[in-house]
């Protein structure tokens, strides 16, 4: 209970009753520095042939009578553009792969042993797209595939400003927070002329709870990757299903 207090009274301390930040109205714009950081951002990811990446992630919930969880995962990628990925995410939830080699899209079910298979676009936005609009898939991070070149993204925010500079696992970078209708997130980009994202953090506004993502990220830039790093093999005892398409 002592530890609780000093780490409230250590809150209050920093924001202040009476400081700058705790009165400023709400951002109403969305402030052309932190567009720009976007843009860049997205620029450089695309100049990336493959990358591999793994997230760090905590998924902060509320229960039913108020009690606040969190459940920690590990989701590792391995990305060839235009038309390859390989997602595996291990979670306290759940674990799954997801697996496009360029003509196909499978998502597997390690310990439940079973997949499903199903034909796929020439690309990897087309898939991610064509998954989410026929069978209701939404793969984690998949923004990563849409930060370049995706007017809706910035169509859809309503605010956004610099925070300011944070070092993110002893790497500099820039903060920044944004607003859009149903959600609020922030991303930390490292400086220098390799503008990674380091973290992200995602607030579902649609809930008064608040549900919170968090993913801290580590990337390998083009490393080497052969057409077997994309092929699904099933396990032996894995059984094949059928997606079902929305309705």
Known sequence: MRMLTALATAVALCLGAGSAAAQAPPPTEVEEDALKALKRMGAY???LKTFGLTANTTLDLVTVDGQRLQLDGVTDYKVRRPDG???ELKSDIKNRRFVYDGKTFTVSAPELKYYATVDAPATNVATLDAIHDRYG???PLEDLFHWNGDKT???QLIS???VGPATIDGVPTEHYAFREKDMDWQIW???GDRPLPKKLVIIDRTDPTGPTY???LTWTENPKLTQQDFTFTPASDAKPIRLMAQR
């Open 153 to 155: 993204r910035e169509d």
């Open 160 to 162: 956004g400003f610099v």
């Open 189 to 191: 980009i490292q400086k």
């Open 45 to 47: 990811l695309d100049t």
């Open 137 to 139: 898939i939404s793969l």
């Open 214 to 216: 968090v993913a801290r």
């Open 85 to 87: 990925f390989v997602i």
